[in-house]
T-cell receptor, first 112, second 113 residues
C-alpha cells in the first residue's frame, strides 16, 4: 500500500553543523507535506509545510525540499543546536479532505 | 504552547475501568482529531470531527468512544481496554479539513494494567 517512510531511524550531528533529514513517500498523488518535531514528553510541533506546486520553502533556520520526480522530501536544519534534538516526522496529505499519513519518525541527536 | 490542552497527562487504568480523556483547543479551529502513538510506529489516526460532526472513524474498536460537544472540546471515553491499548493519545486541531497544519496537544500517556 501507499506509505510514508524515513530512510534512517537515527541521526547524530555535531552542534553547529547542518542537519538533513530525509523522507520518502510513495503516493505520487500527495499534494501537501508537513514536517513535525516531537520533543520528549510533548506532542508533535509543526515546523514547516510545503505544497506540491513548490520545490523549496524556507523558514527560520529550516528549509524543506520537495523532489516530486523521485518522491523525496527533506528537512534541512542550519547550524543545528542542542534544542533541535527530537524526533522528526514527515507527513503527507492526498487531496484537500484526506487524512495526514505520518512516517515513523527519525531521532536527531545533537552532540555538543 | 500550541493552544491545545489535554487532561490528564498520565493515566493508569485497569481493564475493567471506565475513564475519559479530555482535549480543549483555544485556537478557534473547526476540526479536531484523536491519534494513537505507540512506540516505534507511525501516528495512527483514530477519529476526525469537523464542526462537531464525526467525519472519520479509522476502524477503531468500540471500546474507544469519542464525543465532540462543540468545536473546542473533544473527549475520548475508554472502557474495558486491553494492555495493548497502552500508548500516548494525542489530540490535534486544525482550521479545517483541507491543507491546514494540525496543532497537537501534549498527549495523555495511558497505561492499561
Amino acid at each position: 500500500g501507499e506509505s510514508v517512510g524515513l530512510h534512517l531511524p537515527t541521526l547524530s550531528v555535531q552542534e553547529g553543523d547542518n542537519s538533513i533529514i530525509n523522507c520518502a513517500y510513495s503516493n505520487s498523488a500527495s499534494d501537501y507535506f508537513i514536517w513535525y518535531k516531537q520533543e520528549s514528553g510533548k506532542g508533535p510541533q509543526f515546523i514547516i509545510d510545503i505544497r506540491s506546486n513548490m520545490d523549496k520553502r524556507q523558514g527560520q533556520r529550516v528549509t524543506v525540499l520537495l523532489n516530486k520526480t523521485v518522491k523525496h522530501l527533506s528537512l534541512q536544519i542550519a547550524a543545528t543546536q542542542p534544542g533541535d534534538s527530537a524526533v522528526y516526522f514527515c507527513a503527507e496529505k492526498t487531496g484537500a479532505n484526506s487524512k495526514l499519513t505520518f512516517g515513523k519518525g527519525i531521532t536527531l541527536s545533537v552532540r555538543p | 504552547e500550541t493552544g491545545v490542552t489535554q487532561t490528564p497527562r498520565h493515566l493508569v487504568m485497569g481493564m475493567t475501568n471506565k475513564k475519559s480523556l479530555k482535549c480543549e483547543q483555544h485556537l478557534g479551529h473547526n476540526a479536531m482529531y484523536w491519534y494513537k502513538q505507540s512506540a516505534k510506529k507511525p501516528l495512527e489516526l483514530m477519529f476526525v470531527y469537523n464542526f462537531k460532526e464525526q467525519t472519520e472513524n479509522n476502524s477503531v474498536p468500540s471500546r474507544f468512544s469519542p464525543e465532540c460537544p462543540n468545536s473546542s472540546h473533544l473527549f475520548l471515553h475508554l472502557h474495558t481496554l486491553q494492555p495493548e491499548d497502552s500508548a500516548l493519545y494525542l489530540c490535534a486541531s486544525s482550521q479545517g479539513l483541507g491543507t491546514y497544519e494540525q496543532y497537537f496537544g501534549p498527549g495523555t500517556r495511558l497505561t492499561v494494567t
